[in-house]
T-cell receptor, first 116, second 110 residues
Framework: GAGVSQSPRYKVAKRGQDVALRCDPISGHVSLFWYQQALGQGPEFLTY????????KSGLPSDRFFAERPEGSVSTLKIQRTQQEDSAVYLC??????????????FGSGTRLTVV | AQRVTQPEKLLSVFKGAPVELKCNYSYSGSPELFWYVQYSRQRLQLLLR??SRESIKGFTADLNKGETSFHLKKPFAQEEDSAMYYC????????????FGKGTKLSVIP
């Protein structure tokens, strides 16, 4: 595709429900990031993949959060037993190599998760 | 730990007036600094980075290591500059993650 695609665009989950958020990066992009953006805040780092390897997951807030990128392309962020504080926009970003390169990261439109 | 501070949540200026969006950072090493912009109903995108020393859409930003600042400036604001601006830091420690500020919403009044 032409850009980073994220689905669903909006997700409403009942507290305690499990959710899965999908990111389809630009084909061939090596680096893939997940960020969490709460209302009125800047994006906060969650995790980083280089191809299929998850090199940094230091930003995942709890063991309820899990991310994978099994074939080095599509990535899924899973949140188990959702809580109200998980309500946020989840952004995916990718780049052709390691780091931002000349053009910075390409961000997706995000998935807005609302936990009720 | 690194931190990025953008003291203004909202900045309103008249068209043609100068703009300065403030950004201060806290990091003991030699970080890379960036400005990202999000226009209405668009995705977050890179505006400029300090190492390229470019002027993009008339915006410039100078890294001041003594003051740990990376303020974004434009001499004459245009209506199309209205957007959300985020300052971001890459610590260069190898994980390539960005630490973002909370953002400043720039509103250019016609």
């Amino acid at each position: 595709g032409a850009g980073v695609s994220q689905s669903p665009r909006y997700k409403v989950a009942k507290r305690g429900q499990d959710v899965a958020l999908r990111c389809d990066p630009i084909s061939g992009h090596v680096s893939l990031f997940w960020y969490q953006q709460a209302l009125g805040q800047g994006p906060e780092f969650l995790t980083y993949f280089q191809n299929e390897a998850q090199l940094d997951k230091s930003g995942l807030p709890s063991d309820r959060f899990f991310a994978e990128r099994p074939e080095g392309s599509v990535s899924t962020l899973k949140i188990q037993r959702t809580q109200q504080e998980d309500s946020a926009v989840y952004l995916c970003a990718s780049s052709p190599g390691m780091g931002q390169g000349v053009y910075g990261y390409t961000f997706g439109s995000g998935t807005r998760l609302t936990v009720v | 730990a690194q931190r990025v501070t953008q003291p203004e949540k909202l900045l309103s200026v008249f068209k043609g007036a100068p703009v300065e969006l403030k950004c201060n950072y806290s990091y003991s090493g030699s970080p890379e600094l960036f400005w990202y912009v999000q226009y209405s109903r668009q995705r977050l995108q890179l505006l400029l980075r300090h190492i390229s020393r470019e002027s993009i859409k008339g915006f410039t930003a100078d890294l001041n290591k003594g003051e740990t600042s990376f303020h974004l400036k434009k001499p004459f604001a245009q209506e199309e500059d209205s957007a959300m601006y985020y300052c971001a830091l890459d610590s260069g420690a190898g994980s390539y993650q960005l630490t973002f500020g909370k953002g400043t919403k720039l509103s250019v009044i016609p």
